[in-house]
């Protein structure tokens, strides 16, 4: 589905995401198609609330299904990528609920991405 | 272990070795390019070149022929032969408006090719009637400065990587200097100048190295989004490109060694291995450096202790020093020595300026498991 097309619907779709009991797979589904090329700025913004949301939902600890390092290893390189996007995104509006979570969120997917994850956030060309 | 060579202060801008690796020429970031000879077990200067106005940018020593190429961020590039006792430099005419980036011989050394900021390739060759050379431009579909260049081994087909995030294959076939050239699986049509094929990085980056594997067929290029991708043209019609974003710091320099290792290094300070076997899989095999940190600074005197925590707030033994051989990024690594077809030992330069040659069986040996197939 293409974002100009059908923001409204992907943003709904993506708002289903509250409903889906298990985190890992409401994590890919708000990674899904990240509105690279969008030039609408609300879809943007309203994309990345989405996600935000799903991202806090995730626990700190290591073991559990809802940890980050679980969402983290289901992810493809891909997939990733946008995590890192996000997250970075998110450290540059700093708000009093997000900045702990972010962190941690930081701190897994470096685990499994590495320096390389953070170049392609700083090299890409299109950002989330 | 690797051997080292501690040549300049600062960064050594592009390096290149003579026939039987006697001699090495370096450019210590500035306008002059070194040329330095193993005396005893250690290098010394031997000549200075100066006739370049601005940073020497690339440089490449035509092993057969013995001539020296250079080229700067003056816009000119110089052939050099060497007279018995000095480098006599001729003048190319490249007809660029921007800075030179990257020079490199052909296999056959009857033309070299120029790359630079003006967006284009120059080709150039010896015209015996008027005693100089001259360059014909590859423009299109080039968009952005070049950065690299590497020649097939066919002496037609060259590899240019550039800063439109794009690596290409462009023929140089030149018809005043030479025969038509044979069909490859690169395309059977060559005229000069024609973009043979055009390939992308995987996140979007420079592409800072190209390398052709040893039979041509292979191409393989490293850029600026932590990427090293090949392709293996042999399968024609499925020629597929293999990516692999990696976890690493991006790679500045790439090489094939045989038709299936390929040694990359860049911001990391180390080399490493990847290996693409013939299922089309690109696998990361083993840093190539093993070198331990110095076990320096174990006790200190109690005056120091008092003088680290005056000056930098610390008692702990301040340590600058990088584990890996090269203490700053890798610029460029080339083949030393080997046969057609698999080499055994590279040699690289960094911003460091040291010169490193490694040897590829003494690496076998140091490292448990490493194989260069």
């Known amino acids: 589905m293409s974002w100009t097309m059908n923001s409204t619907a992907m943003i709904q779709r993506k708002s289903q995401t509250q409903m889906i009991p298990s985190?890992?797979?409401?994590?890919?589904?708000?990674?899904?198609?990240?509105?690279?090329?969008?030039?609408?700025?609300?879809?943007?913004?309203?994309?990345?609330?989405?996600?935000?949301?799903v991202l806090t939902g995730f626990s700190i600890?290591?073991?559990?299904?809802?940890?980050?390092?679980?969402?983290?290893e289901a992810l493809s390189t891909d997939e990733l990528d946008s995590l890192m996007k996000y997250i970075y995104r998110g450290f540059t509006r700093p708000t009093e609920n997000s900045c702990e979570k972010l962190l941690n969120w930081h701190e897994a997917a470096f685990a499994v991405g590495g320096l390389g994850s953070i170049i392609r956030v700083m090299s890409a060309r299109k950002s989330v | 272990m690797p051997e080292v060579y501690e040549v300049v202060n600062g960064p050594i801008t592009c390096h290149c070795w003579n026939k039987d690796r006697s001699k090495l020429a370096i450019c210590p970031n500035n306008n002059e390019v070194h040329i330095y000879a193993k005396k005893s077990g250690k290098w010394e200067v031997e000549h200075i070149l100066t006739e370049h106005g601005q940073r020497v940018t690339g440089m490449d020593w035509a092993a057969e022929s013995d001539r020296l190429v250079t080229c700067a961020a003056d816009r000119n590039?110089?052939?050099?032969?060497?007279?018995?006792?000095?480098?006599?430099?001729?003048?190319?005419i490249l007809r660029i408006n921007r800075a030179a980036t990257v020079v490199k011989?052909?296999?056959?050394?009857?033309?070299?090719?120029?790359?630079?900021g003006a967006r284009c390739v120059s080709i150039c060759y010896f015209e015996k009637e008027n005693d100089w050379w001259v360059s014909k431009h590859i423009k299109k579909?080039?968009?952005?400065?070049?950065?690299?260049?590497?020649?097939?081994?066919?002496?037609?087909?060259?590899?240019?990587?550039?800063?439109?995030?794009?690596?290409?294959?462009?023929?140089?076939?030149?018809?005043?200097?030479?025969?038509?050239?044979?069909?490859?699986?690169?395309?059977?049509?060559?005229?000069?100048?024609?973009?043979?094929?055009?390939?992308?990085?995987?996140?979007?980056?420079?592409?800072?190295?190209?390398?052709?594997?040893?039979?041509?067929?292979?191409?393989?290029?490293?850029s600026h989004d932590s990427s090293i991708s090949v392709v293996d043209q042999s399968k024609e019609q499925d020629a597929v490109v293999v990516s692999v974003k990696h976890t690493y710091l991006p790679y500045l320099a790439c090489q094939f060694l045989t038709e299936s290792s390929i040694v990359a290094a860049g911001y990391d300070c180390y080399p490493v291995l990847w290996n693409y076997d013939d299922n089309n899989k690109l696998t990361f095999i083993n840093k190539l450096d093993q070198s331990e940190k110095k076990a320096g600074g174990a006790s200190m005197s109690a005056m120091n202790k008092f003088k680290q925590l005056d000056t930098k707030a610390t008692t702990a033994s301040a340590d600058t020093e990088l584990e890996s051989t090269h203490q700053n990024s890798i610029t460029q690594i080339l083949v030393y020595s080997g046969s057609q077809g698999s080499a055994d030992?590279?040699?690289?330069?960094?911003?460091?300026?040291?010169?490193?040659?490694?040897a590829c069986k003494s690496l076998e040996a140091a490292i448990a498991g490493l194989k260069f197939s």
């Open chain 2, 77 to 92: 590039a110089y052939v050099w032969t060497y007279t018995g006792s000095a480098w006599k430099p001729s003048l190319v």
């Open chain 2, 105 to 116: 011989w052909s296999p056959k050394e009857n033309k070299f090719a120029v790359g630079s």
């Open chain 2, 345 to 358: 030992v590279f040699s690289t330069i960094g911003v460091d300026g040291r010169v490193v040659i490694w």
């Open chain 1, 23 to 53: 985190k890992v797979e409401a994590l890919k589904l708000a990674l899904k198609d990240p509105p690279v090329q969008n030039k609408d700025k609300n879809v943007v913004e309203r994309n990345y609330a989405v996600v935000l949301d």
């Open chain 1, 61 to 72: 600890g290591k073991k559990d299904k809802d940890s980050m390092q679980a969402g983290v």
């Open chain 2, 141 to 222: 579909p080039i968009r952005s400065t070049v950065l690299s260049l590497d020649w097939h081994p066919n002496n037609y087909l060259l590899a240019v990587g550039s800063t439109d995030f794009k690596a290409r294959v462009f023929s140089t076939y030149t018809k005043e200097i030479e025969e038509k050239p044979d069909s490859t699986c690169w395309g059977k049509k060559m005229p000069f100048g024609q973009c043979m094929a055009e390939f992308t990085t995987a996140g979007g980056g420079w592409v800072h190295c190209v390398s052709f594997s040893p039979s041509g067929n292979k191409l393989c290029w490293v």
